[in-house]
């Protein structure tokens, strides 16, 4: 078997949305109207142009994230999957997911989203009520939801969706019983996210104003544990800090960037890390689209930025994307993908005083792994043990 | 050279912001010693952090040539001197150098402390006072009331004054007469072996170490050997010059004159301020009474937040002490802080300056301890030491008593708030001395521990005052105290950088404060962390920082690594700027602002 050989994902970006929701700092964008066939070109273009130097690799994920893939044509979506396919053997378990929000329209679309090759759906529920969702500013109601899971379920081999907790003004006790109510529709994979206010949106602004106030730290905590505890118990357990799914059934895509494998980033602001003749390289795209387009029509690809990533720099990568995982660093892996032995990129005095507090756990192969102590505070169990 | 009859030598004396640094620019302007494309405000605050600050903290002098309305040409030496009462220094060194005094005084505001201190400064080193009374374009200006506070508060005849406005201009030109007319022409002879004062010096990266000098007899001269008297060494003369305020090349400098000289001088320790040149071939006899050097009366320990950062450190200091000499220190080491400076300051503000100096011109950072006074720490065995740091203290049970150093403080302040400052003062233990009105403001004079003035009393006093009250003290005695060693453990560990020495009446309320201080500066961490204040071994304070409940970014942002590794290394930056105690991390910051704290 492959298993352990490390991945190679595609991930192409869909930069539109129908609306702006108050709490995204995502690259989306709203236009009135889109040029679909011009978009299509261009990001054949930039997928052809970036692949030429990787055609010995063999893709094992594609994922269209967003801004909202759902709203492209299927045919849209069919020509990147042809090309990817056309341009790398695909593994036989390939895995090819969409990012879809649960609006009516839009999952009118799913059947020919699954014609188009898509395997796998994840979708943007947020909230299960109709209060919540209007306070997140989503275009859907609860019972489009519904709906839209439904939907999935019966159309896509895999399907998964997202909810976002720690929403100002939210209870522990109303959490838990959304949380229920959505395990009574999930399947094998849900992502569970604590409700960010990130600089540049529109709830940032408020919560500044102070017209709006964030839950406090102390409800947010006792949710993240009944969270974990809730899913464990239904047979859902975290593989990594928000996202949780059956034994086998993760997220293959978001696995190779936790594990620090390559991918190739398409479409405006996607990022990419690809090594290349042993440098690791890290690619990021211009991010506004109308940029994003005069890039790839002048120079063939969308690059805003490529740069080396010095080994040092990949260590630390690898770090803190790898201690996010509930199984943790497994050290042969770690320096196949980032070229340094493991105890090379840790500081061993931090190490010792992590180990000693609880925080990390060392495994007799080696595997370093974060506790449930230590995966709350990562960042700052980081800052004690990276280089 | 010039005639002595045709030189004047004056410094401007003022309290703070009654405008000296303006009026000197106005002089400097109407005798055209820059033209207007070169102008800026406040031309001879050249440090960055004075004009930030809008204050003065160094003496500074220019060369001025006036024709006056006998139609004679005059030389005009003007120093701008320091209004606040930390680099009182500086103000007597430039009086040592002239012979007459401009003092401004805000015709709206009136007498203040400073105004007084500096005045008796300058009549105590026989100058000629000529009164100006400044900021005359106000509506509030009342120069009739000024006057007569003049007169009844400093007790000099203020009839003549001239009454200006530095601002639009206004009878700048009167100033200059006034001048020529009234003060003395300095006295010397230039035929007599060379004698000249070491008003000031410093460092400049081009020219290297730069001395200000006053001439009394001689001639200085391009190529001389000179004689350091007191420092002993000899140096060739390679610049002589004046500031106009640009520096200018002379063949000599004669009796009276000021100006500038370099002579290749590479160790600090040769130009002591106060300090006479002579020729190295035909040396005076006797050198000139030099400056009664003031004692620093706060210290602290400063180290670098980098260890590496040690000899820069101390080549910095060197520097920096050429350019003050008020400021001493010397090598200390800490369990918490490694290797650093036990250095002495003439005040408060004088410490943060120097810190923030280091920190700008020598790109260095710094952790700053505690400040503390001088205790006279008398022993059992009848020996008496002197302790400049905490830490130092004797085993309590060594000493017999304590005494710690008391001031006399002059206060004027407007009527209304003369009781919110006579209860600051009863607070920091003071007792009053002498209260009397001036007009409709209060003159208190009170006498003070210096330790209950150091860390916060003039913004204290600036607070309950609105900003009206002003304040000048000079260090009067020693008296026996009862003063007890406040020591901060961090997890049951001292940190001997936080210990301070406390009244023990307030200990308890220090202790207390200082502990919640230190829980609000140090943030938590992946352990709990215990702050506790002791005395002699007894705890009296505690607080706890909680561990770090989450800190995890919960979102996955696709692709984008770059961003959490420069948040990552953004984080290990941040650990960088603390000192680790065992497991415990406390900023830098920590260490000075904790000891601002007191209960209000
Ligand atoms: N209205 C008015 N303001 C003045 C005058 N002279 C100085 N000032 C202002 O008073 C403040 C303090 O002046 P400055 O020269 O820095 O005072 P210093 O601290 O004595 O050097 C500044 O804001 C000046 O602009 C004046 O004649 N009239
Ligand atoms: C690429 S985003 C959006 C995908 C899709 N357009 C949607 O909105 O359904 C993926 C997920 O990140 C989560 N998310 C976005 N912003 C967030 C925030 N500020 N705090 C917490 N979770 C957030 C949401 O659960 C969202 O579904
Ligand atoms: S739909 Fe998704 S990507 Fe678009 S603005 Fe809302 S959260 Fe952001
Ligand atoms: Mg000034």
């Not at chain 1, 859907?140 to 159309?155: C, F």
């Not at chain 2, 650093?340 to 301890?369: K, N, S, V, W």
Request: aromatic share 8%; with cysteine; hydrophobic share 45%.
């Amino acid at each position: 078997m492959t298993a352990d050989a490390p991945g190679f994902g595609v991930y192409v970006h869909w930069p539109f949305c129908v609306s702006k929701c108050p709490y995204c700092d995502f690259n989306s964008h709203v236009r009135s109207t889109i040029d679909e066939t011009g978009w299509r070109d261009a990001l054949l273009r930039d997928l052809e142009t970036q692949a030429r130097p990787f055609a010995d690799r063999r893709v094992t994920s594609v994922f269209f994230g967003g801004g909202t893939p759902s709203l492209m044509a299927p045919a849209t979506v069919a020509a990147v999957i042809d090309r990817i396919a056309a341009l790398w053997p695909l593994a036989p378990d390939v895995e090819i997911t969409l990012e879809a929000n649960p609006n009516s329209a839009e999952v009118a679309r799913f059947r020919d989203l699954r014609a188009a090759g898509i395997g796998r759906v994840s979708i943007g529920v947020q909230a299960l009520d109709d209060d919540a969702l209007r306070l997140l500013g989503r275009a859907h109601g609860g019972d489009e939801a519904r709906r839209a899971i439904a939907a999935a379920a019966a159309i896509f081999d895999r399907f998964s969706f997202d909810l976002i907790y720690a929403r100002p003004g939210q209870g522990l006790d109303a959490w838990t019983r959304e949380l229920g109510a959505a395990l009574a529709l999930a399947g094998e994979h849900l992502s569970v996210y604590q409700l960010t206010f990130e600089p540049g949106t529109r709830f940032e602004q408020l919560r500044r104003r102070g017209d709006i106030v964030p839950l406090d730290d102390e409800t947010a905590d006792a949710m993240f544990d009944a969270t974990r505890a809730i899913l464990d118990a239904h047979g859902l357990p975290a593989y990594e800090i928000s996202n949780h799914a059956r034994p086998g059934a993760a997220s293959r895509h978001n696995l190779g960037y936790w594990r620090y494998e390559d991918y190739l980033g398409v479409g405006p602001g996607a990022h990419g890390r690809l090594t290349l003749g042993g440098v690791k390289y890290a690619t990021r795209a211009e991010r506004a689209p109308e940029t994003w387009m005069a890039q790839v029509a002048a120079a063939g690809e969308g690059m805003a930025a490529r740069d080396v990533v010095a080994p040092a720099d990949a260590a630390r990568e690898a770090l803190l994307m790898g201690l996010r995982l509930t199984a943790g660093i497994s050290p042969p892996r770690f320096q196949r993908v980032c070229g340094t032995p493991l105890d090379a990129a840790l500081d061993p005095r931090g190490l010792a005083r992590m180990i000693e507090g609880g925080f990390l756990r060392r495994d007799a192969d080696g595997t370093l792994v974060a506790t449930p102590a230590g995966l709350r505070v990562l960042d700052a169990v980081l800052v004690e043990i990276a280089r | 050279m010039t005639d002595l009859d045709r030189i004047r030598n004056f410094a401007i004396i003022a309290h703070i912001d009654h405008g000296k640094s303006t009026l000197a620019d106005r002089l400097i302007q109407f005798c055209g010693g820059v033209d207007q494309r070169e102008f800026r405000d406040q031309m001879l605050d050249s440090m960055d952090i004075e004009r930030e600050r809008g204050i003065t903290i160094k003496a500074q002098t220019v060369r001025l040539a006036y024709r006056a309305q006998d139609g004679k040409d005059y030389v005009l030496n003007l120093m701008d001197t320091p209004g606040h009462v930390d680099f009182a220094y500086e103000v007597s060194r430039s009086l040592a150098a002239c012979e007459g005094s401009i003092l401004v005084v805000d015709a709206s505001q009136g007498v203040e402390a400073q105004t007084l201190a500096n005045v008796y400064q300058a009549i105590d080193n026989g100058h000629e006072i000529v009164p100006v009374l400044n900021k005359i374009d106000l509506p509030a200006a009342d120069p009739g009331r000024v006057k007569q506070q003049i007169e009844d508060v400093i007790g000099i005849d203020a009839s003549g004054a001239v009454e200006v406005s530095a601002k639009t201009g206004l009878n700048i030109g009167a100033v200059l007469e006034a001048l020529v007319q009234r003060l003395p022409a300095p006295v010397g002879d230039a035929a007599a072996p060379l004698k000249a004062l070491l008003v000031d010096s410093w460092y400049d990266p081009y020219l290297g170490v730069v001395v200000l000098v006053r001439i009394r007899d001689g001639r200085l001269v391009r190529g001389q050997k000179i004689r350091m008297m007191a420092a002993g060494a000899t140096y060739e003369v390679d610049r002589v010059g004046v500031f106009t305020p640009k520096p200018k090349d002379m063949a000599a400098l004669g009796p009276g004159e000021m100006g500038f000289i370099t002579a290749g001088i590479k160790a600090v320790a040769d130009v002591k301020v106060g300090d006479t040149i002579t020729e190295e071939r035909r040396p005076a006899a006797e050198p000139l009474p030099g400056f009664k050097p003031s004692l620093p009366v706060v210290f602290c320990g400063l180290f670098p937040t980098d260890t590496a950062d040690f000899e820069h450190l101390r080549e910095s200091l060197a520097k920096l002490r050429l350019n003050d000499a008020s400021f001493v220190y010397e090598p200390e080491s800490s369990a918490a802080l490694g290797f650093g400076f036990r250095c002495g300051f003439l005040g408060l503000l004088h410490l943060e300056i120097i810190q923030e100096r280091l920190e700008r011109e020598f790109d260095l950072d710094l952790i700053a301890t505690a400040p503390s006074v001088v205790y006279k720490v008398h022993l059992t065995n009848g020996e008496v030491v002197d302790v400049y740091n905490p830490v130092d203290m004797p085993d309590p049970v060594r000493v017999d008593h304590i005494e710690e150093p008391w001031i006399k403080a002059t206060i004027f302040v407007p009527d209304e708030y003369l009781g919110a400052v006579l209860k600051l003062c009863e607070d920091r233990r003071g007792r009053q001395d002498q209260l009397t009105y001036a007009g409709t403001r209060a003159m208190l004079v009170y006498r003070l521990p210096l330790a209950e003035v150091v860390f916060d009393f003039y913004d204290r006093l600036k607070s309950v005052s609105r900003g009206y009250a002003s304040f000048d003290y000079a260090v009067d005695s020693y008296e026996e105290g009862d003063v007890v060693k406040l020591a901060i453990l961090v997890n049951a560990e001292p940190v001997d950088a936080l210990s301070i020495m406390v009244h023990r009446a307030e200990a308890e309320s220090r202790g207390r404060v200082l502990c919640v201080k230190l829980k609000e500066l140090i943030p938590q961490q992946l352990f709990k962390i215990a702050i506790q204040a002791a005395i002699g071994g007894r705890i009296i304070a505690r607080e706890t920082v909680s561990a770090l409940r989450k800190d995890v970014t919960a979102k996955c942002y696709g692709g984008d690594i770059s961003r959490k590794r420069k948040l990552l290394e953004k984080q290990k930056e941040g650990k960088k700027r603390m000192r680790q105690f065992g497991k415990v991390d406390i900023p830098q910051s920590a260490f000075f602002a904790a000891l601002k704290a007191r209960e209000n």
